[in-house]
Structure formats: C-alpha cells, structure tokens
C-alpha cells in the first residue's frame, strides 16, 4: 500500500489494513508482446459466443435498462446440461475466483482449520486472511516431486481445498486419490478447483452424486477463452448449493450481466469447438514440453494449458528477465521452494516456436 500514510489509514476498517492481495499477474502493455504468464487461452471463443453477445443488444432495447436474471437460469441449465448433472447442483459467479471466496465464506470458517498444499494457487491464502482464518489454515507441503500427498489429508479439519490440476505444478491427481479425500473427510467440505481440468486431468463433478461433502469448482477462463467474460461455476448437492446462494444473495444479487449469461450459454451448446480446441491446446502442450526437454529443461508432468519447467543450468529469474527483454513474458514466482522454476502459457504453435528460439539464443551465449 504504497503512498497511503498511517494518518490516512486511520479511516480503513483495522482488519484491511493488515489484507495482503493477490497480485494478479501483469497485463502490460509491450510492443510484439508474447503473453505466456496468465494462462489465457491463445484461441478465441467459438464464433458463436461473439454472435450472442452481439443478439442481446440487437434483440432487446431493454438489455441494458433492466437487471439480468438473478439466478442466471438459462447459463444454469447450459452448465448442466453441459456437465450432464442437475441444474439444481450448479451455482454459478462473476469468474470462480468469486465462487471460491463465497465457498471460504460459506464452508471454511469453522472452528478446525482448513488444509491446502504449501505450492498452489495463491488466492487460497489470501481469502484465508480476508475471510479470517489464516490462523485456523494448516499448509501442507507437496511431496518432493511436486505432488499432493493424499495421506496428509486425513487429519481432522474444517475443510479441505485442492487445485486439480495443480498450479502452478500442473500436475494432476487421479479420481480415486480424490475419493480417498473424499472419504476420509465425511463431515468436512472437500473442494475440488478444476480450473485446468478441460486439459486433460479426470473431473470429480462425476462424482458429485455420489458425496454429499464434495464442491467442484471450474471457470469459463481458460479452457473456453473466456478470461474477459467473468464467469465460473461450482457443482455440488443441493444442500450445499444452498449454502453458496445464501451468501451470494447477502454480497450481490446480480453477479454475471446479460451478456455474460448470453455469451457463455452459447460456449457450453458449442461442445464441438470447445473440445477441438482444447485437443490443439494438448498437442501444443506435449510439443513444447518435447522442444525445452531438448534444450535441457526439466519439465513437470502437465494436465494443464501451462507447463512448470526449470532449467538447472540458469537461474529463473534471471531466464524470466531475458525472456522479458525480449518481449516474451511468463510467470516467475519468487518463493521457497519453486523459485527455480518458470510457469509457462501454452500458446500457438508458432507463439511456441518464437518462446523456443528466443530461449535457444539465451541460452547459447
Ligand atoms: C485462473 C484460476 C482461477 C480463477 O478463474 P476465474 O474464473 O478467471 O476467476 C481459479 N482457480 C485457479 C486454480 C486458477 O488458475
């Protein structure tokens, strides 16, 4: 909080003066910019979200002047359909990084504390803090090749939250490791964030049916190109959804705006797209990981639209800097443990190739 004075902050509620954000990452504005560090999909959506967005202007004078549907039932039911589960186990919010906060509130603050891996997605110890809990969260580390170890998760909690994949390892479990969560935690919530699930990894929303203490949490972002739209969604049993809209109708009543209803309602009916391009994503994805194993990266497992590589003969951050210089950017982490490591946005082929010879020619002088 750069250049607010304490004299100043002396009207801040006492609990945000001590919040610590998420620092998303950048968004700059660089000339012949390859944008690798925000997972963003290299695709646009399917021609057909651009159509509806355009239909909800053209078909109603009305669009702007009213609110949208409070429950957003038609973008409920594309979800369910699309997902093939009951509309009544769907809940959706303005990007799931607001679903995730209405889970933390609506599930986590309990008087045991809640687990999370020590290297994961970095919004979980932020809304830990806002929602007051950090103190009540038990940090559990990965194993040594990067990989969530089940067996910590049978410790008594007040919930438990794991990205699967996992970023920014970009590693991912198998269902029946998640089961074994899942059983193991009867009388706490197990919340499944599948951001990067579309890439490859299992989905748990299979087994939704089947626990009554599992969320399944995805987002429009990534796998649908839909980072600028804001939509997410979680699936769970009714009784749980429940508890999710309670708090979503004491925070705001209208959280995703006409077109985003529109636009990603037309994303979840266009499943043909949606899987042909997340095929070119994987293919992309396994040539990349081919091309830096040659050059003498060591490349995590992924299931994911990014790859975690690390060079051990050149520094990271160093490699993320001279990536920069030449208008190339990814995500660079400087904490314990992963400070050795770039996370790295699959982009086009040829947006790959441009990453692999600017990377040759670093590494070569
Ligand atoms: C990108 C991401 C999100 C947030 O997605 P939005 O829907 O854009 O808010 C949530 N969880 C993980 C692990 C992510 O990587």
């Known amino acids: 909080m750069s250049n607010i004075s304490m004299e ?154 794991i990205t699967n994949p996992n970023a920014p390892t970009s590693i991912a479990l198998g269902l029946p490791e998640i089961e074994e969560v899942l059983q193991a935690n009867p009388d706490s919530v197990v919340v499944i964030d599948e951001a990067y699930v579309d890439f490859g990894a299992e989905s748990a929303v299979s087994l939704v049916e089947k626990y009554e203490n599992l969320v399944v949490c995805q987002t429009t972002s990534k796998s649908r190109s839909l980072a600028g739209l804001r939509v997410g969604f979680a699936i769970a049993q009714p009784h749980l959804i429940a508890a999710l809209e309670a708090v979503k109708n004491s925070f705001n009543s209208y959280p995703i705006d006409r077109f985003a209803i529109a636009a990603a309602v037309a994303s979840f009916e266009d499943q043909a797209y949606f899987e042909a391009q997340n095929q070119k994503v994987i293919a992309s994805r396994e040539k990349l990981t081919a091309q830096l194993t040659g050059l003498g990266f060591k490349v995590l497992p992924s299931k994911a639209n990014f790859i975690f590589a690390s060079l051990p003969s050149k520094d990271a951050g160093e490699l993320a800097a001279a990536l920069r210089e030449q208008g190339i950017i990814v995500r660079y982490f400087n904490k314990p443990r992963i400070n050795q490591f770039l996370r790295i946005t699959i982009g086009t082929d040829e947006q790959n190739q441009r990453l692999v010879d600017t990377l040759k020619n670093i590494i070569l002088v």
């Open 8 to 161: 100043q902050m002396r009207f801040w509620s006492p609990d945000v003066r001590e919040l610590e954000p998420y620092v998303p990452g950048e968004q700059p504005k660089i000339q012949n910019l390859l944008k690798l560090n925000t997972n963003e999909n290299p695709y646009p959506p399917s021609p057909k979200v651009v159509a509806a967005v355009q239909a909800v202007l053209e078909n109603s004078a009305d669009a702007l002047r009213l609110y949208p549907d409070p429950d957003a039932m038609a973008l409920k039911q594309a979800i369910a359909k699309q997902q093939n589960t009951a509309v009544e186990n769907v809940f959706v919010g303005n990007g799931s990084d607001e679903v995730l906060a209405h889970i933390f509130k609506a599930f986590f603050v309990q008087d045991l504390p809640i687990l999370y891996p020590d290297i994961t997605y970095s919004f979980y110890p932020v809304y830990s803090q806002f929602f007051g809990i950090a103190a009540n969260t038990k940090i559990l580390p990965l194993n040594d090749d990067f990989e969530i170890a089940v067996d910590d998760y049978k410790q008594p909690n007040g919930g438990i939250i």
